[in-house]
């Protein structure tokens, strides 16, 4: 098969590991993927284009707007008529499918977030009805897509277990890590008061901070609150400075919808997990003994303690995670699956 990958961006995460992670690993079952990074033709144009073709044309300014766009998107979507498959990220689904049509490819539309929250939910359910097949990155989602559309698959969020591994380097602090973009660290911060009561109670145990950009509430001091700069090329190195990873958050419809990737990085990499049992969370917590939920700061403050105090205990759950990682969330297991799921379109 050859399999277009239109992805938003190509340093988004979403994309990177929804889309982009796969080229390598499907090339390897000679298959082609080739990603093409699109931005929306609205990012590049001047306010008032829609606007201007709408007193033209006489057409709605929603709907002038849609077409400018598809026009736009003409030199990309010719090159589609080569590809089998079209394969779409969910951070361009408000973009309308009249060129794809015409083209008759088969798209499988990939979201791994609860999208119709912040996007506009009519748009959302046109583009999964249009589609011919869904890729949903757990249960909830994939729930809210069956409304639309009956070809679903849950495809969960996936690691790469060759990249991310314990690296077997050993640490007397005790290191509490976070990973995640700047935007996300508002669930960090809803409980920074007891990672920092923890801390000052625990000279020997620091907070490690993986991010784009330090969030500016969180007093880093470099010794025991340490900001640490997201890199690619070092995130597996960055990661195994931590003794437990958490996942801190609330409990809304929009948390339900996230795929645990920050927990799958944890486990990846031989570390136990402390997180919120919320959506996906609970469920990979279900199916092995790899860490602990919380749901309060007590919860937070006693299995932090209980961590701290039993390392061969955070050895052998981060060695349980590890191996569930490997058998259920890698690339390598999902690689046949996704090409299986794809071939039914041909």
Known sequence: MKILGLISSPVNPASR????????????????????????LRDANPPGWATGLQKISGISAWRSSDLIKSIGRTPLLIQQSGFDIIWQNRLIQLQHVFWEKKLRKPVVFDFDDAIWLQEGEKQVQYKIARSEMIFSGNSYLADYAARFNK????????????????????TDLFTIGWIGTFQNQEYLNSIKDVLLRFIQQNKNARLIVVSDHPMGNIPFDGEQIIFRPWSADKENELINEFSVGI????????????????????????????????????????????GFGATDEDNWIKALRLLKEETALRDELGANGRKLAEEKYSVNTWTPLLLQYMEELI
């Open 247 to 290: 996942m801190p958050l609330p409990d809304m419809a929009w948390t339900r919808g996230k795929c645990s990737y920050k927990m799958l990085q944890y486990m990846a990499c031989g570390k136990p997990v402390l997180v919120s049992p919320i959506g996906k969370n609970r469920e990979i917590l279900t199916e092995g003994n790899i």
């Open 151 to 170: 070809n679903i698959r849950i495809v969960p969020t996936t690691v790469d277990t060759a990249i991310l591994h314990p690296d077997g380097k050993k």
């Open 17 to 40: 590991v929804r889309i982009q992670q796969y080229v390598a690993p499907f090339q390897a079952k000679h298959h082609q993927l080739h990603c093409k990074y699109y931005r929306p």
